[in-house]
């Protein structure tokens, strides 16, 4: 039964179970048709590489159109824009209900071309615009393969929480990836490396309601967590709303995404040094191919640059203080580099 027709509020009924009627397929759909879906919207996130595309290429498995080509090389990024999706005869039942389920999946964190910041970017007008829909969810993706859990990686488990905001915890799921790479002597490893990140790691959010489950790359595995997150509870649309990129504790903290963005500043900045000092040491005509190479380089490296110090510019647009302060001597230093005669 469709919502226009039950008799039972849809707001205060609870998920009974997923409706698969046929062959599951997913279909692109514009992004904008979901700010005021009733049906249940899973945001797909996490760093680049960590098995977001994979998963819905295992959810399509079975789909007679044949694969949608979004999952490459698994170290590479798929996904450069955010993209949705609607899941094709497949319901979450709630109550006398019958309603739809999407799929968003957005570029990852840790990619050397996009910030962390554009990512969010490219979400937080859609998060604010649906701040009122009930059956928003989140699956976080983590490959278990890593032996351990890098600084860059934990912190942007700390962006994700500070801008999808404390009310939903209970609708986020940690998604281990990776499991099938593992050779058969390593599984008791990354088992352990599982409890440690959701014991550690993940501990506050699971307490809060949050759950961190595996995902094994098969269409069998990505179902099960479709039935899990779908059967989630709605979430608190009267709690507390995270506006703008994250919640601070305090009004001088600096955001988590702001402090990623300057250290790959940072990172860019020395990187260049180390072209121009190449650039200036190899004066020999036989290594005119070299030096090509690293011409292409610096160009992608000053690009990136003039990119990352631009986002940074409109976090702190006005008024002069000291974060504006370091960003125009970043801007100044990146012109200098921009107009030096190393070539």
Known sequence: MSPQHASVPLSSARCTSVNIKGEIS??????????????????LMGPTGAGKSS???????????????????????????????Q???????????????????????ADPRISEL???????????????????????????SDIRLASRKKRCMDVLKSFWGARNIPTVTLVTTMWDRLKPESRATAEGRFESLRDDYW??????GSRA????????????????????????????????????KRIDEMLTVEQLLRERIDSLQQRLQMIDDDLRTLADPET????????????D????????????????????????????????????RAASDVL
């Open 26 to 43: 997913l279909v692109e759909i514009f992004m904008e048709s979901l700010e005021d879906t009733i049906g249940v919207v899973i945001v």
């Open 288 to 299: 005119e191919e070299f030096r090509q190479i690293l011409r292409e380089d610096r160009k």
């Open 118 to 144: 554009q990512v969010l970017e490219s979400m937080k007008r859609w998060r604010d615009a649906c701040s009122t829909a009930e059956k928003v969810r989140m699956l976080y993706f983590h490959p278990i």
């Open 203 to 208: 501990t506050e959010w699971c307490q809060k």
């Open 87 to 109: 899941v094709h005869n497949v319901t979450s039942v709630w109550g006398l209900y019958h309603v739809p389920i999407y799929i968003i999946d957005t570029p990852g964190f």
């Open 301 to 336: 490296v000053l690009d990136t640059l003039a990119r990352f110090s631009s986002q940074l510019e409109k976090l702190h647009p006005s008024p002069l203080n000291r974060a504006t302060r370091s960003l125009m001597l970043i801007k100044r230093w990146i012109s200098s």
């Open 55 to 85: 998963f819905i290429e295992a959810l399509n498995a079975l789909s007679t159109s044949g694969p949608l080509g979004i999952a490459k090389d698994q170290l590479e990024p798929v996904t450069a824009d955010v993209r949705a999706y």
């Open 213 to 248: 489950i595996k995902f094994e790359n098969t269409y069998e595995s990505a179902i099960d967590i479709l039935k899990h997150v779908a059967q989630m509870a709605n979430r608190d649309i009267s709690a507390h709303k995270t506006k703008g990129y994250g919640d601070v």
